[in-house]
């Protein structure tokens, strides 16, 4: 069983920075890619940066230029840096895996953590 333990999230003022990291915890498996989503308060949860396990990576809009995704694939750990934070970014961000056992491919989320930006 995977487990990702998020951790990272908090209050900031709009420009400043924060960086959130997502660790998949447990044995037997490979991970095929990882990323992040957010939803805001009425809104549906969206894709905001996604790593594959060759280290591509793809952004939402929103936020290119100001957030980087990366991987340790040694730690099984992805990190997203944002930067120039808007008070628009405020959500609860969520870490995605979706992870190979042999053949067989499974969806896993963190339990979300909160990102707050202040005006």
Known sequence: ???LVESG????QAGGSLRLSCAASGSG???NFMAWYRQAP???RELVAI?????GTNYADSVKGR???SRDNAKNTVYLQMNSLKPEDTAVYYCHANIAYGSVNYAYWGQGTQVTVSS
């Open 1 to 3: 069983q995977v487990q």
């Open 9 to 12: 999230g908090g209050l900031v």
């Open 29 to 31: 498996f490979s991970i």
């Open 42 to 44: 009425g809104k549906q």
């Open 51 to 55: 790593c594959t396990s060759g280290g």
């Open 67 to 69: 957030f980087t995704i």
